[in-house]
Each structure stands twice: as C-alpha cells, then as structure tokens.
C-alpha cells in the first residue's frame, strides 16, 4: 500500500510517502518520497508563501503526484497529538471522529488544530481517500490510575480531564519492538525503561511491553529539561509569577519555548549545548548537569518501577546521536551496576545496537526511531481491516 503520512505543525507540514507491503508485518516501509512544507500563514509575500493548509497540501499533492507517476495513494495516516481518553487505537477517520479530534484542542493547543486542519484539507482534496488518525497519547493508554492521577481534587479531573496523558507513544511502540527483538525477548515479556530524547524529551517505564509511567502528563511540558521547556518544576513559580503580574500567555511562552536548555544555556540544540561545555562554558556544564541529572532521576524511579528493567534505551535526535549526553546520564547510575562499553557508546551507526559492556545488568540501547514507518504500518494495517 501507498500511504502519505502526514505530521501537521500549526506553520508547517511534514510528510512522507510510504510503501507499505504487508499491513502490520514486519517488513517493508520503504520511503517513497518525502518533503517539508514550512512558513504557512507567514504574511511575507513571494513564490514561498503559503496561505494556509489547504494550499499546503496542494503542494504536496503536486510534488506526491510526480513522484508516484499514474500511481495512486491509498490512504493518508495523520500524527495526532492528543487522543484523550476517548481514542487508544489508530482509527479510521469520518467527521464525528474529526469533531471529536477537534473538541480536543483546549487539550493540546498548538497541535491538535493543525491536525483537523490537514485533515479537512484532505477531506476536501481527495474526499474518496481513507484517512487514519494515529495518535502521540494511545501507547499510554495503559498507566495505572496510581500513575496517572494527579493529588488535586476530582473535579479537576471529570470537569476538564486534568489528568496525565503521556506522550512520544508512536516512537515508544516502534522502538520498544525493536528494542526487544534485538535483545532476543518477548514483547510481552519486554521490561525496560525508555528515553525518547528529541525537542521534546520524556522517559517512559514499560512493563511487560506496556507503558505503566511516563514523564510527560498533562500537557508535554512535565518532566524532563528539554530543549526550549522547563519540564518539572514548583508549581508556586507559576503562583509567585502571576503575582508579580504575568499573564497565561506570558507564562506559557517562559515555560514551553524560553526554557530548559535555552534557559539556561542560551541554546536548545544538544549539540551547540555539549560544543560549548566543552569549550569551558558555565552555563552549558551547569544546563547538561541539570538535564542529565534529572532524567537519571527518573531512570533509577523507572528501574524499580517496573521491576528491574532489563534495557535502557535511547531514541531520538539526541538519544540516538549524542554519545556525550549518554555518557553524563549513564555515569549517575553506577549505584545500578549500569556501565557503558566507551567504544560502542562513541561508535556511529544508524543500527539498533547494545552500547553496554557485556556484564552490565541493564542492557544499555541506541535504537533509531521512525515514527512516520509506525504510522504508515498503522494506517495500512487500519485500512486493510476495514
Ligand atoms: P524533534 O523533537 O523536533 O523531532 P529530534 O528528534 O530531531 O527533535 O532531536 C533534536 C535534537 O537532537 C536537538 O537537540 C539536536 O541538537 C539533537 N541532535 C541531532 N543530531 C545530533 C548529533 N549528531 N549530535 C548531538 N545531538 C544531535
């Protein structure tokens, strides 16, 4: 099957066309041909502009259609951010499930309006064509309540749904899969503790192939430092700050695009960060202390979590590339017997691979993600079961 994945930003769409032989098999998922279609809705006029998602798409349908020759698409498979507790499956999209999608947004507000969009574009475009949702939330969907709950009364919770979602869960499935094939375990059988370290950054404890915690909650803003946002911190700040006479906006911007590694080292690219810490800069050591400390934190809470974990792994732009981040987060957890074999850690490669010394308790992992090849095998698999 054909399929265009499609990852709708509120400026910009990234797509993927994808071959998918075999719904849900393990093999296939080659890449067709792929693009970016940025800056929609900047008013800056010239032969780049894009007014909006509609006109996006006609892009991508343009360059799509030359590549493919007569080809045909199949189906179109949308990231979703936020599925809520309504949606824990990929599901085949219809204008109920659209609404319903929509009536999601308070929830996640810079996402969840971009991907109704691309969906109504497509809708409009190639009305014939089946469209599948596969969303960011659903490989959460098993958390305990223990986990997900947060200590605030329960109205919270049934008026506005104020609960911990956890996100990253299409990269999770691939790569705790993968994971587990390259350590020769059952998925079923598969504990361990992930770190999906891109932009975004959250850790997540899977137990017996499923997730039981993650760091991220509410919103994608909990947890771990990230690039441009804060992850944990003293709710009371956000009281103190709208005190001193911030407002929800200005809030919003410190949090989510003003902190973390930008924050406190000037910087949110990992590699500009390391580059200057090594240089002598204070303020880069201080921001890969803080950052690394943090998420070993979770790690070792993570490990007991789930019973001993069998693997660590690392995934995602800095998980999968930065072996100096590796290195200051896995020298915190000598208390577990974890250590890293220095030569596989600084190896490159683009394979999943062991990076740990061979009597290490806990398998230490870099496995690629490819969250578009997770959503073209999902929307496949959807579409052929129809
Ligand atoms: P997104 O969440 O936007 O998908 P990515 O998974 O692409 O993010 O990760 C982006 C992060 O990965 C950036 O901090 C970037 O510096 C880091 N990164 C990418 N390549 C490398 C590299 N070769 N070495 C170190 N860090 C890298």
């Given at each position: 099957m054909l399929i265009l994945v499609l990852n709708s930003g509120s400026s910009s769409i990234k797509y993927q066309v994808r071959e998918v032989p075999d719904p849900g098999g393990p093999t296939g998922g080659g890449i067709v041909t792929e693009g970016l279609i940025d800056r929609i809705g900047d008013a800056t006029p010239g032969p780049e502009a894009v007014a909006d998602h509609a006109e996006a798409l006609d892009r991508i349908g343009a360059a799509v259609s030359e590549v493919l020759g007569g080809r045909e698409l199949d189906a179109v498979g949308h990231r979703v951010v936020h599925g809520g507790e309504r949606f824990s499956e990929p599901v085949l999209i219809n204008n109920e499930i659209t609404r319903s999608i929509e009536r999601l947004n308070p929830l996640a507000p810079l996402h969840n309006p971009a991907n109704v969009l691309g969906i109504r574009a497509i809708t409009g475009k190639w009305p014939h064509l089946p469209q599948v949702a596969v969303f960011d939330t659903a490989f959460h969907r098993t958390l305990p309540e223990h986990a997900w709950r947060y200590a605030v009364p329960d109205r919270l919770y049934s008026r506005y749904g104020i609960r911990r979602?956890?996100?990253?869960?299409?990269?999770?499935?691939?790569?705790?899969?993968?994971?587990?094939?390259?350590?020769?375990?059952?998925?079923?059988?598969?504990?361990?503790?992930?770190?999906?370290?891109?932009?975004?950054?959250?850790?997540?404890?899977?137990?017996?192939?499923?997730?039981?915690?993650?760091?991220?909650?509410?919103?994608?803003?909990?947890?771990?430092?990230?690039?441009?946002?804060?992850?944990?911190?003293?709710?009371?700040?956000?009281?103190?700050?709208?005190?001193?006479?911030?407002?929800?906006?200005?809030?919003?911007?410190?949090?989510?695009?003003?902190?973390?590694?930008?924050?406190?080292?000037?910087?949110?690219?990992?590699?500009?960060?390391?580059?200057?810490?090594?240089?002598?800069?204070?303020?880069?050591?201080?921001?890969?202390?803080?950052?690394?400390?943090?998420?070993?934190?979770?790690?070792?809470?993570?490990?007991?979590?789930?019973?001993?974990?069998?693997?660590?792994?690392?995934?995602?732009?800095?998980?999968?590339?930065?072996?100096q981040f590796r290195e200051l987060v896995v020298d915190r957890l000598s208390a577990l017997g974890i250590r890293l074999d220095p030569d596989a850690n600084r190896?490159?490669?683009?394979?999943?691979?062991?990076?740990?010394?061979?009597?290490?308790?806990?398998?230490?992992?870099?496995?690629?993600?490819?969250?578009?090849?997770?959503?073209?095998?999902?929307t496949a698999a959807v579409v052929g079961s129809r």
């Open positions: 979602y956890g996100f990253h869960g299409t990269s999770l499935g691939y790569v705790s899969t993968r994971a587990a094939m390259l350590l020769d375990i059952e998925p079923e059988d598969f504990d361990a503790v992930i770190a999906h370290l891109g932009n975004g950054a959250s850790v997540t404890a899977v137990k017996g192939g499923a997730s039981i915690d993650t760091s991220m909650g509410f919103t994608p803003l909990e947890g771990l430092v990230m690039g441009t946002r804060s992850g944990d911190i003293d709710p009371s700040i956000l009281i103190f700050l709208l005190r001193q006479g911030m407002d929800a906006d200005g809030l919003d911007e410190l949090l989510n695009s003003d902190s973390g590694l930008k924050g406190l080292a000037g910087n949110n690219d990992m590699r500009s960060v390391v580059e200057a810490a090594d240089g002598g800069a204070q303020a880069a050591r201080t921001a890969l202390a803080v950052a690394s400390y943090r998420l070993a934190k979770y790690i070792g809470g993570y490990h007991v979590a789930v019973g001993g974990a069998r693997a660590l792994v690392f995934t995602a732009g800095i998980g999968e590339n930065s072996w190896a490159r490669s683009k394979e999943p691979r062991i990076i740990s010394t061979a009597d290490s308790p806990v398998a230490v992992l870099v496995v690629p993600t490819d969250e578009e090849r997770a959503i073209a095998d999902a």
